[in-house]
């Protein structure tokens, strides 16, 4: 049996599946909270959306990978998602561009730049230097769960699955290869900002190509690790696609009242 996103794209009625899984977030049980009293689906709906609809394992933890795809022709081996989900698509519109947010580790990040010397003294004037630990650092992540360190994760396979939405209800998907771009083919700097008249280093670690932006590093801020891949370079995405509306009488069929009286049948009726 062949496997979606490992395999071959999803098809019309894959992909149709997984939007009507997530449209259902809508009902309140949605991590975003909107006016009115209803919810949008949040990261953690994605990531559980992903694995009902594909029939794939919701981690549910800090492991490295959020859903585990099994292998249907090894036992005990798995492919691995990282799933992404931010209010980025007008960005992306404007850029072309998808912003992934890869970890904000903080702690990890500067314990792994301490040992090669580097600390918040320094850190400015060794922009590569510290580029090259970041990107080393969420390799290494990604490789600890690898079948090459008796992992139960083929790497070759995995990917990184990315939602952007807007504000305006519109909703894209992407799939993007686990490989990061190497940190020495693009230039680095920390840019310059103008504070009391003067100018200085910024607080961020930008990466940039010649086609822009690729990495930013927020070291004293968060510590999270932002990545912006091209739309162009993604190995698949949707059509941009909206949650399908609910019906007007949902709450009456499918409410919170139906779901106890479903759930608990006997101990309602008491």
């Given at each position: 049996m062949?496997?979606?996103f490992?395999d071959?794209?999803?098809?019309?009625?894959?992909?149709?599946?997984?939007?009507?899984?997530?449209?259902?977030?809508q009902?309140?049980s949605g991590?975003?909270?909107?006016k009115?009293?209803?919810?949008?689906p949040g990261?953690r709906?994605?990531e559980r959306?992903?694995?009902i609809?594909f029939g794939w394992?919701?981690?549910?933890s800090?492991?490295i990978f959020?859903?585990?795809i099994?292998d249907t022709?090894?036992?005990r081996?798995n492919y691995?998602?990282?799933c992404?989900?931010r209010?980025?698509?007008n960005?992306?519109?404007?850029?072309g561009r998808v912003t992934?947010?890869?970890s904000?580790?903080?702690?990890k990040?500067?314990e792994?730049?301490?040992?090669?010397?580097?600390n918040q003294?320094n850190?400015?004037?060794r922009?590569l230097?510290?580029a090259?630990?970041?990107?080393?650092?969420e390799?290494e992540?990604?490789?600890?769960?690898?079948?090459?360190?008796?992992?139960?994760?083929?790497l070759?396979?995995?990917f990184?699955?990315?939602?952007?939405w807007?504000?305006q209800g519109?909703y894209q998907?992407?799939k993007f290869?686990?490989?990061?771009?190497?940190?020495s083919?693009l230039?680095?700097d920390f840019p310059?900002?103008?504070?009391?008249?003067?100018e200085?280093s910024?607080?961020?670690?930008?990466?940039?190509?010649e086609?822009g932006?690729?990495?930013?590093?927020y070291?004293?801020?968060?510590?999270q690790?932002?990545y912006y891949p091209?739309?162009a370079n993604a190995l698949?995405?949707?059509e941009i696609?909206?949650?399908e509306?609910?019906p007007?009488d949902w709450?009456?069929?499918h409410?919170?009242?139906v779901k106890?009286?479903?759930?608990?049948?006997?101990?309602?009726?008491?």
């Amino acid at each position: 049996m062949s496997i979606p996103f490992v395999d071959h794209n999803p098809t019309q009625q894959e992909f149709e599946r997984f939007r009507l899984l997530l449209s259902t977030y809508q009902d309140g049980s949605g991590q975003q909270a909107i006016k009115g009293g209803n919810t949008l689906p949040g990261w953690r709906d994605f990531e559980r959306t992903v694995a009902i609809a594909f029939g794939w394992e919701a981690q549910e933890s800090k492991y490295i990978f959020d859903v585990l795809i099994p292998d249907t022709k090894r036992d005990r081996v798995n492919y691995g998602v990282s799933c992404k989900m931010r209010r980025t698509l007008n960005d992306t519109k404007r850029t072309g561009r998808v912003t992934l947010e890869l970890s904000n580790s903080s702690g990890k990040f500067w314990e792994r730049l301490r040992e090669k010397g580097i600390n918040q003294q320094n850190y400015k004037v060794r922009p590569l230097d510290v580029a090259k630990e970041l990107i080393s650092q969420e390799n290494e992540w990604h490789a600890e769960v690898g079948l090459g360190n008796q992992g139960r994760v083929d790497l070759t396979k995995s990917f990184y699955l990315a939602l952007s939405w807007n504000r305006q209800g519109e909703y894209q998907l992407f799939k993007f290869a686990l490989a990061l771009p190497i940190p020495s083919d693009l230039s680095w700097d920390f840019p310059l900002v103008v504070k009391n008249g003067q100018e200085q280093s910024g607080r961020h670690l930008r990466g940039v190509d010649e086609s822009g932006t690729i990495f930013e590093w927020y070291g004293e801020s968060g510590g999270q690790l932002k990545y912006y891949p091209l739309v162009a370079n993604a190995l698949w995405k949707s059509e941009i696609f909206y949650l399908e509306p609910l019906p007007l009488d949902w709450e009456k069929k499918h409410g919170l009242l139906v779901k106890a009286k479903d759930y608990f049948p006997k101990l309602w009726a008491e």
